[in-house]
Nanobody, 115 residues
């Protein structure tokens, strides 16, 4: 079973930047998509950004223009570059890998943005 592990979370002031990484335990060729989701306290988990096997991307309206998702197939890793972070971006960020017969979630990484 494929596994994914997130890293890169932390505490940052409003307006700052962070880059999250998600490493998969197998090749990310021939996947359907990989993506980032987040869950803030008391709220449902929501989609942040996804990247498809063909490199297409999709973003939540709240992060468009500030976040960028990318992938490095050689490293079996996707990234989420987060710029101009705001307190409302505070959440646990989860990586998801979706492939044929596989749907893997990471343990999550905390992102906290102070005002």
């Amino acid at each position: 079973q494929v596994q994914v592990v997130e890293s890169g979370g932390g505490l940052v002031q409003a307006g700052g930047s962070l880059r999250l990484s998600c490493a998969a335990s197998r090749s990310i060729f021939s996947i359907n998509y990989m993506g980032w989701y987040r869950q803030a306290p008391g709220k449902q988990r929501e989609l942040v950004a996804i990247i498809t096997d063909g490199g297409g991307t999709n973003y939540a309206d709240s992060v468009k223009g500030r976040f960028t998702i990318s992938r490095d197939n050689a490293k079996n890793t996707i990234y989420l570059q987060m710029n101009n972070l705001q307190p409302e971006d505070t959440a646990v960020y989860y990586c998801n890998l979706n492939a044929l017969f596989q749907n893997a979630w990471g343990q999550g990484t905390q992102v906290t943005v102070s005002a």
